[in-house]
């Protein structure tokens, strides 16, 4: 994870990386299933945007984007915002609602 604040030291489970960038350790000790769902989500509008070619997900935090622009294939268009509805829609977080 590259944090917006470069100097701002990790947060567990995170430890540095490599300019600035937070990385998550495989034997990093995290909740257990049921116990990350009474977890608050920490950025629910946090969603998979591509993968990068090791594999690494590159993922947005769509609330700290003042606007995303896509540009491309139609299709390709269609087929990224259909999954990135699917991933906010589907995500186990609860999202705040709209304010009525």
Known sequence: MLPEDLTQDPRAPFVAG???WWRLPADADL?????ARE?????PAL???GSLEGGDL???NLTQLPALL???NLVHLTEVC???ALELGMSPWPHPGPRI
């Not at 909740?31 to 116990?35: L, R």
């Open 18 to 20: 490599e300019d600035g």
């Open 31 to 35: 909740p257990g299933e049921q116990d």
């Open 39 to 43: 977890v608050p989500a920490p950025y």
């Open 47 to 49: 969603v998979t945007i």
């Open 58 to 60: 590159v993922l947005f």
């Open 70 to 72: 896509l540009d491309g």
């Open 82 to 84: 259909t999954s990135l």
